[in-house]
């Protein structure tokens, strides 16, 4: 293992975490607010860690890392990530003063942040519009950094590995571009449509009525599928369809696979409908929208449909923006939000869950299992945009839908044993693990995770990590194997 070279980018990154924060701190000081100096604070603890790492290690070849080293990074990345990012909400007090539950909560919040998950240990009723500009600055850009962490990984490193079937995705325009290029200039480009939509989601929200600060952390939090707000009530807050309808339109292109993107940039002009995946996630979406719209109808609850398509979208894209408390709608219109909770949106974006593709090919497999039975000596091969499966890519998909069904039924039992009906339980895991954040009941839009137990929280926390990096990259570097040389 060459710890050197992992030093050195793990202090590069931390440094990258310090600058982050240390903008925090300057929206602090513009805003003229005394909790600038903890932001510095903050920011200055991440930089002198990542400056000694990389004195140490500054002549280490980090160019060419094994896969095992790459997975190692990934998951010190992540964990480091939190790390630092807990120290403005713990130094702030934002949670109290200096105990180790404060720092749990702290941890927490970041971890929320990272995974661009929009569950928050804030207590209930806490009017987000007292904590200082600085803080809520850092919530939506840790959520921002997260978002473009997960594509750059998923695009550039996990096809490589075979992760859940991702090796299906080698042959994605982008991952084509990685053989031929630079990983660095692959980066650049990835970098600059993720900073490009971000722009345009700013400049629109602007547009539309949106203070510019709030715009910038809406902008942040919506490509990103992270959820965070400005405002206690959300998205209600500011009671306007045109905000509603253009954080649609981002939701979807936030969670649109990045190498399409990437194509269109290309001039492939049909990039976007060529893509079966992204067909499905849009038609999950819009009879999702159908089948709840018709039960709220149907049980004489009034019934905006614009509003049902807005939470919708943003539970299905897992990013956790509302403007209704979705705990108060029936019971079926809930079981279709929970599902799409496990659904996602594409591969190759910011969004959280299992993902369409990974959907798609279940079934395939599935019904082509029942046809071999109904038909022994017949051969019904799985394709996927007309190309042929390998055996392997759906052995790697059935085995992600395992883990991900294992670590949910699992978390679920924690929640129930601390007390939490099944509905409530089922519904956190579910939204935590799928990077949604709000679940229902106490853990809905009108609650929070802040009384969760302790363990309670640790075991939500680990399902946002493990969601967020697609469970793979985690698991490996806890498995015994992966330590023995």
């Not at 975490?17 to 200055?44: N, P």
């Not at 990983?183 to 700013?202: D, M, P, Q």
């Not at 936030?254 to 049909?270: E, P």
């Not at 759906?394 to 069904?405: C, M, N, Q, S």
């Amino acid at each position: 293992m060459n710890w050197r070279a992992l030093a050195k980018l793990i202090g590069f990154f931390s440094c990258i975490v310090a600058f982050l924060i240390g903008i925090s701190a300057l929206i602090s000081v513009f805003y003229g607010e005394k909790e600038a100096l903890w932001l510095a604070a903050s920011a200055l603890i991440p930089l002198l860690g990542g400056l000694t790492l990389m004195q140490f290690s500054w002549n280490a070849d980090s160019d060419n890392l094994s896969h095992r080293e790459a997975t190692l990074l990934i998951a010190l990345s992540w964990v480091t990530a939190i790390v630092w990012g807990a120290f403005p909400y713990l130094l702030s007090k934002s949670f109290g003063d200096y105990t180790p539950l404060a720092f749990l909560n702290s941890l927490f919040e970041a971890t929320a942040g990272f995974t661009a998950t929009a569950a928050s240990v804030l207590e209930p009723g806490t009017a987000l519009e007292r904590l200082p500009h600085g803080l809520l600055f850092w919530r939506a850009l840790s959520q921002w950094l997260g978002g473009l962490g997960i594509i750059l990984m998923a695009l550039l490193y996990l096809p490589f590995i075979r992760s859940g079937g991702m090796e299906l995705f080698q042959t994605s325009s982008i991952v084509r571009e990685r053989i031929r290029t630079k990983v660095g200039e692959v980066s650049k480009t990835v970098l600059f449509i993720y900073l490009s939509l971000t722009a345009l989601a700013v400049f629109a929200l602007t547009v539309a009525g949106m203070p510019i600060f709030d715009s910038l952390c809406h902008g942040f939090s919506t490509i990103s599928s992270g959820g965070f707000s400005t405002h206690t009530q959300n998205v209600a807050a500011y009671d306007s369809r045109w905000i509603e309808i253009i954080l649609v339109f981002f939701m979807i292109l936030g969670t649109t696979n990045f190498a399409l993107h990437f194509s269109f940039l290309k001039k492939d002009w049909g990039a976007y409908w060529n893509s079966s995946e992204l067909r499905l996630y849009v038609s999950v979406l819009c009879v999702a929208s159908l089948l709840i719209w018709w039960n709220l109808h149907t049980n004489n609850q009034e019934a905006d449909f614009f509003s049902v398509i807005f939470n919708t979208v943003s539970i299905g894209s897992t990013t956790g923006f509302w403007n209704t408390d979705t705990s108060l709608w029936p019971p079926f219109a809930k079981a279709v939000l929970l599902l799409l909770m496990f659904i996602g949106g594409t591969v190759g974006s910011s969004s959280g869950a299992i993902k369409c593709f990974r959907m798609a090919l279940l079934f395939k497999y599935s019904y082509r299992e029942v046809f071999r039975i109904v038909h022994p000596a017949g051969f019904t091969p799985v394709k996927l945009e007309g190309r042929v499966i390998d055996r392997e890519i759906l052995e790697g998909v059935t085995a992600f839908f395992f883990i991900y069904i294992f670590i949910f039924t699992a978390g679920s039992l924690i929640l129930q044993s601390l007390g939490y009906d099944i509905t409530v339980a089922v519904s956190g895991v579910a939204a935590t693990l799928g990077g949604v954040g709000p679940g229902f009941g106490e853990l809905g839009p009108a609650g929070g995770y802040m009384h969760v137990p302790v363990i309670g929280k640790i075991t939500l926390m680990f399902c946002m990590l493990l969601g967020r990096v697609e469970i793979f990259p985690i698991l490996v570097v806890l498995s015994r194997e992966f330590w023995r040389k």
